[in-house]
């Protein structure tokens, strides 16, 4: 059996969680499945659940001069209908799962959940987002580079919480964004394309290929300068690591983001560069 | 009220408002909650099973539990009601572990040790299995003609593959069995009451006073629950009786996805040879994966050969199909019945010989339709008229408003499919086996109440059947009743597939109509009994497959629409023209949802719906990994008839519900291939085949 505790304020959530492991549960989108066992039974969780899904304060958005700041349990519908986040952001949040489960699921439960399929990651890499974890006595702030470690692990330690996260204002001035699935709703990606670009910058991240983001600095800047489209092409494909599933094929997930790469260099004409 | 009125629904307001009682939903005093005990692996002999020893309230319910005998009666009685030595599929039930704490059951069952002996070699593949005589299950040959004989200018001959579909209704598997006063009662979500009972009988050795089935609400089924239940009834029968108490079997989703039947994967060969632009023979070939027991896969089988020349009239033809044992799960029943499979490959075959000859995809099928008069592929006579040309004219002017204003544009592409389906049982077999008898009973109140034993599974059939009854008497249809199918109140009018219940249930119930109609305005009660009578126009020899196969055929033309993305394959299917011949349609909103359903079901077996066994186990039995079509994904669907009454249906009506799934895929596949350039010889056609199919060409050329 496993012990369920409602704290009513964010300190007395980081008070239980300092004295013991918890699984913080919000929307319980994905954790309430996995917990799934003969219906009628007592769900199958692995230890002990912290409900937090009503903690008010964790449910903000608001926009300083340097980034947006979303609490971690803005759900997904809140932030695709937000009025001040980015289109390149909200168009990926909107794409995720059915209008129902996005009225539940929070941003910081996609994000701890570190799933290689997780959507909201290639926007966050894209913009160099940063995670705000707090426990009972300390606040650190860390790039979701070194939040994510690898599919399905975090850097989180049992006793922090994730609280915010911080999405760095870039320049957009166009944005693409792809995602294959199975069916045109209610899926999980097979792959996924998100690439922003302006006057003197473009970013590119592929998501669900390899077990964590594609984003690569370097292969941004050679596009910026107008290296040829083949060496661009080759420095991506020299990052990708998918395989079979039984959702997709290898060859069909490297083939889409190539071609997508592909095309979204030829459009934009980024033959002659940007710089 | 007459035919030609648009009623609401009878059950619809129930339903959505959540008032209709599914068997989940029901709770009676004492209930115990039963989990099943599954093989782990497929081909296995069990050696022992260490049952730690059982914690009051819990109960193990075996093979040595069952009263008679240990089989479960699905035309043969090969697959027993808990498997005690041989295992031949993986999840093959093994016992019912029975409690009132499903936690208990649970913590109990993780103590449950089985000893199983691997000592054979499980087959998974089709082709594999199929080169093992002893795996062949049955086997039939369909000749006509001289293949010997013809002259040709070429031969095409192409292999096909088609995947498991899973029915996926709403409503999961469930049963509850109950014990009183020296009755079992088996109550459950089911599409035939009669086939539960024949198996109780079967089991227990009892006559039907001590036996009765009785349907609950049933949340959809599309075959799914024509064969399937009669396992579940058996388990619950027999735990019932042992124990006493009623005791509930629910099925979670993934072991029902997992572990229920579904449409049987097939490879179908089709060789066809050509002079003049005239298909002059044709040879086919049908392998059906079984799984672990027959079931109902002959019947499949037979359905599949029978309907494998489709709308076209060919004169020489040798066609052969077989059941192949596997040890994947065991395949059955689901809307189409083995003519998704063979009419898939048949009309995409027909497709690539108009390719081959330069020649309109509808426009080569319509130099071979079929007439009025012609021999059948079974060397018995069409009897009725067939409007093919009307069906295919008008789908071809209904999306021609469309194709007129797009220029032909690579990545968009159409494709046409025309098939038919023949309605009721295969051959004699409403008159030979089903034999069905319908009461139709005036109450003293002035109600007319209909006792069929044909259930109302989320088609229409309560509503169906009520409007035939109501526009015969000429009364208002809120003076009709329908009774819940319970075997202890209604006759055995058979079960509720093979589209049946409206053309041949209804039929019986407005020829009742016609007997009750002078004793209306008489006091007191009067039933009219109808039974099945065979027209004179069926002769048919079961041993040989020779005569008419089907009482009637329904027909449908298809033009379908599609979309292919360059960059990443995705394909979207934009539109879906199907004109149809149902006889006339006994509530033409009710035939325009079957219509709707059948594409979007179609439409998923021909797009997305990937399932495939590995060790034996569906690798996809879930929701997030066995896509069906979302709303996003469901094209604008034009739906047109060609009114062609049949004359010993109801009003007309002949077939509708199974019809309108077969040409879906075909429809669609050949519109990918239009769209693409290339030939697909399986389904789903999903982004990752397409992507290979361009791949493949890309590096051979």
Not at chain 1, 243 to 250: A, E, L, V
Not at chain 2, 604 to 627: D, W
Request: glycine share 6%; hydrophobic share 40%.
């Amino acid at each position: 059996m496993f012990e369920t505790i409602m704290p009513s304020t964010l300190d007395e959530a980081l008070e239980y969680m300092h004295k013991k492991t918890y699984s913080p549960l919000a929307g319980g989108t994905d954790l309430m499945i996995r917990a799934r066992n003969w219906q009628g039974s007592t769900r199958h969780f692995k230890g002990d659940v912290l409900l937090i899904s009503h903690l008010d304060s964790l449910k903000r958005i608001w926009v300083d001069e340097e980034a947006y700041h979303m609490g971690a349990l803005v759900t997904q519908a809140q932030a695709a209908s937000s009025k001040v986040l980015p289109n390149y952001f909200k168009a990926v949040v909107s794409q995720m799962a059915t209008p129902a489960i996005r009225n539940a699921a929070t941003l910081g439960g996609n994000i701890v959940n570190a799933a290689s399929v997780a959507d909201l990651l290639p926007p966050l890499y894209l913009a160099d987002a940063r995670l705000v974890l707090r426990s009972l006595n300390e606040t650190r702030e860390i790039s979701i580079q070194e939040f994510i470690v690898k599919k399905y692990t975090t850097s989180r330690r049992p006793d922090e919480l994730l609280t915010e996260i911080i999405l760095p204002k870039i320049k957009c001035d166009t944005f693409v964004y792809e995602k294959m699935g199975q069916r045109r709703a209610s899926i999980l990606s097979k792959v996924s394309f998100l690439a922003v670009r302006t006057q003197t910058d473009v970013r590119v991240a592929i998501g669900a290929l390899n077990d964590t983001v594609i984003r690569s600095r370097a292969m941004e800047h050679k596009i910026a300068k107008g290296v040829p489209f083949d060496e661009i092409i080759q420095g991506y494909e020299a990052l990708y690591e998918s395989h079979d599933d039984k959702r997709s094929t290898k060859s069909y997930k490297e083939t889409v983001a190539t071609n997508l790469l592909k095309n979204w260099l030829e459009v934009n004409h980024f033959e002659k560069g940007i710089d | 009220m007459k035919i030609t009125d648009s009623v609401e629904r009878i059950d619809s307001r129930a339903k959505i408002r959540g008032m209709a009682k599914y068997i989940e939903d029901k709770v009676y005093p004492e209930m115990l909650y039963a989990k099943t005990l599954r093989s782990d692996h497929a081909r296995a002999r069990i050696n022992q099973i260490k049952y730690p020893e059982c914690p009051q309230g819990i109960y193990v319910i075996d093979s040595k539990d069952v009263i008679l005998n240990n089989e479960v009666s699905m035309i043969d009685t090969a697959m027993p009601v808990f498997s005690n030595e041989t295992i031949y599929y993986a999840g093959e039930p093994i016992a019912l572990i029975v409690g009132s704490d499903k936690d208990a059951v649970l913590r109990y069952m993780e103590g449950i040790e089985i000893d199983y002996i691997l000592e054979e070699d499980p087959f998974f593949d089709l082709d594999t299995a199929s080169k093992v005589p002893s795996n062949i299950l049955t086997a039939h040959t369909i000749e006509k003609g001289n293949l010997n004989t013809i002259e040709y200018d070429f031969v095409l001959e192409e292999t096909f593959r088609t995947p498991y579909q899973e029915q996926l209704y709403m409503e999961k598997q469930g049963m509850i069995g109950r014990f009183e006063e020296g009755v079992i009662i088996v109550e459950g979500s089911m599409q035939c009451p009669y086939y539960i009972l024949n198996a109780l009988k079967h089991m227990t050795g009892w006559n039907e006073d001590r036996l009765r089935v009785i349907q609950a609400t049933t949340g959809g089924a599309f075959g799914g629950k024509e064969e399937y239940p009669s396992l579940l009834a058996c388990q619950v029968a027999t735990a019932a009786y042992k124990l006493k108490k009623p005791v509930q079997l629910i099925l979670d989703r993934r072991e029902d996805i997992a572990f229920s039947t579904k449409r049987h994967p097939a490879r179908i060969y089709v060789k066809s040879y050509v002079k003049n632009q005239k298909i002059q023979g044709m040879e086919m070939e049908i392998l059906l994966d079984a799984g672990g027991y027959l079931g109902l896969s002959d019947v499949v089988l037979q359905r599949a050969l029978l309907t494998m020349t489709g709308a076209y009239k060919v004169d020489h033809l040798r066609i052969e199909g077989k059941t192949v044992r596997t040890n994947n799960v065991f395949t059955g029943a689901f809307r189409g019945f083995g003519a998704p499979q063979s009419l898939y490959a048949l009309e995409l075959h027909m497709t690539h010989l108009a390719n081959r000859l330069n020649l309109d995809p509808m426009t080569f099928r319509e130099n071979h339709f079929v007439v009025e008069g012609d021999p059948t592929s079974t060397e018995g006579i069409f009897h009725e008229h067939i409007p093919l040309h009307e069906l295919s004219d008008k789908c071809r002017k209904l999306a021609e408003a469309n194709m007129a204003s797009e220029k032909k544009q690579k990545w968009v592409g159409y494709g046409v499919a025309v098939v038919p389906h023949g309605g009721g049982f295969t051959g004699d077999g409403e008159a030979a086996h089903i034999k069905a008898v319908v009461h139709l009973r005036k109450e003293a109140d002035g109600m007319v109440t209909i006792l069929v034993s044909n259930v109302e599974m989320g088609q229409g059939a309560i509503t169906a059947l009520s409007k035939i009854v109501a526009s015969a008497l000429e009364i208002p249809i809120s003076r009709v009743k329908y009774e819940i199918p319970d075997t202890s109140k209604v006759p055995d009018s058979g079960p509720t597939v093979a589209s049946r219940t409206t053309m041949v249930v209804g039929a019986l119930l407005y020829r009742a109509a016609l007997d009750l109609k002078p004793h209306l305005q008489e006091l007191g009660t009067y039933t009219a009994v109808e039974s099945y009578k065979k027209p004179d126009y069926v002769v048919w020899d079961q041993e040989t497959f020779k005569g008419n196969a089907y009482l009637a055929y329904s027909w449908v033309a298809l033009i379908a629409r599609v979309e292919v993305n360059p960059l990443t394959y995705e394909v979207k299917c934009t539109h879906i023209w199907s004109c149809y011949d149902v006889g006339r349609p006994i509530d033409e909103q009710m035939s325009e949802g079957q219509a709707h359903g059948g594409m979007i079901q179609g439409l998923g077996y021909a797009l997305m719906e990937h399932m495939t066994s590995k060790g034996g186990f569906i690798e996809q039995f879930a929701f997030s990994s066995y896509p069906i079509p979302t709303p996003m994904d469901i094209p604008e669907m034009t739906v047109e008839w060609v009114i062609n009454p049949y004359e010993d249906g109801p009003f007309g009506a002949k077939a509708v519900g199974e019809l309108t799934l077969v040409g879906v895929a075909p429809a669609i596949s050949a519109a990918i291939e239009d769209a693409i350039g290339h030939e697909t010889f399986t389904i789903p056609v999903t982004p990752e085949i397409i992507e290979r199919t361009l791949s493949v060409w890309k590096n051979s050329n």
